[in-house]
């Protein structure tokens, strides 16, 4: 039941989704912004991927959670309801990503939202002396040639419709250097990088694409990493300290800023924006501090 105390009277409507105040000067409505569309999310059984998902069903879309982990994907499935569907994927696996693709068509008859998010931390040593060629490798297997494959097969159901909206993740890593290993900053950089390399394409064909590059959020990817880093320190202390590397004050990167984020640029109200990396990040990478030293006498 909802209850709201103002000064004016408030009547719920029967409708689902609004309610209107006793004078109908104005109605404050709840609006669905991807009904009826249809979405792909790679690494959508946990973390950023899964609240987006959350989300985008909250707004009206069916989902498909693309992700490598059976058991997890098929929970976060149960729990999302009847719009979400889990299908195993592995992104390194090009047959993977055109089944996925090729499934949310047969089963809901098309294919608005790929959302290629899934990706890994790596945890290489921090200097570019001791980077282990088969590790990156790896990374870039899952991170880049992972996304560049969903992007393949979203735009080939896409481009017969003349229409569709593609996602991906890239980081703040991928826009400045030192915030993380060589080999994942490198990944995310590809990113950022793909979606300016296919934007003119899908452009011609009414698709857009975008990036989203988040700051450091607590989920089990950087949380696993931290954990090595700072041995023996509690989860909710290492959630702590990436809360604590926020630049903007009263506020940090949460996987509900990244969703909103992944909303807006699936939603009519960014359908003239394509080709750009949103940062997601509290303004850090936008500045730099002068620390300047006291001159020492
Ligand atoms: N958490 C952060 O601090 C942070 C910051 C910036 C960007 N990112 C990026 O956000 C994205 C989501 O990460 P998250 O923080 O939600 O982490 P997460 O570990 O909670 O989620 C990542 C998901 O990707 C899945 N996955 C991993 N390898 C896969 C593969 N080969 N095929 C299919 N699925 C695979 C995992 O099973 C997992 O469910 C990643 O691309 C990550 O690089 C994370």
Redesign the pocket.
């Known amino acids: 039941m909802l209850r709201i105390r103002s000064r004016c009277r408030i009547i719920i409507s029967t409708s689902r989704s609004s309610f209107q105040t006793s004078t109908n000067k104005f109605s404050t409505h709840f609006e669905r912004k991807l009904e009826g569309k249809v979405a792909v999310i ?9 609240e987006t998902a959350a989300k985008f069903i909250k707004h009206g879309a069916k989902v498909i959670v ?4 059976r058991q ?1 994907g098929q929970e976060t499935a149960s729990e999302l309801g009847e719009n979400a569907t889990f299908v195993p ?4 696996n090009e047959s993977h990503l055109s089944e996925v693709v090729d499934f949310a068509v047969s089963k809901h008859g098309q294919l608005d939202i790929m959302y290629n ?5 790596c945890r290489t040593p921090l200097s570019i002396v001791d980077t282990d060629l088969a590790q990156f490798d790896r990374v870039m297997a ?2 880049v040639r ?1 996304v560049m494959a969903g992007i393949k097969h979203a735009a080939r159901v896409m481009i017969p419709r003349g229409s569709g909206c593609i996602l991906c ?5 991928g826009v400045m250097g030192g915030l993380a290993q060589p080999t994942y900053s490198t990944t ?1 950089s590809c990113v950022i990088g793909i979606v300016r390399s296919v934007t003119g394409e899908l452009c011609k064909h009414g698709i857009r694409i975008n990036c989203i ?10 949380l696993d990493e931290m954990k090595e880093y700072f041995p023996g320190v509690e989860p909710q202390d290492l959630a702590k300290m ?1 809360y604590n590397a926020s630049e903007l004050k009263g506020a940090y990167c949460e ?1 509900t800023d ?1 969703a909103n984020a992944a909303l807006f640029l699936a939603s009519a109200d960014a359908k003239f924006i394509s080709g750009q990396n949103l940062v997601v990040d509290g303004g850090f990478t936008s500045f730099k501090s002068l620390n300047f030293s006291h001159l020492v006498q």
């Open positions: 790679t690494g959508a059984a946990s973390g950023i991927g899964k693309a992700d490598i982990q997890l994927c592995d992104v390194t998010n899934a990706g890994v931390a899952i991170n992972g993740t890239g980081s703040v890593t995310k590059s988040p700051f450091a959020v607590p989920t089990a990817f950087s990436i996987p990244v």
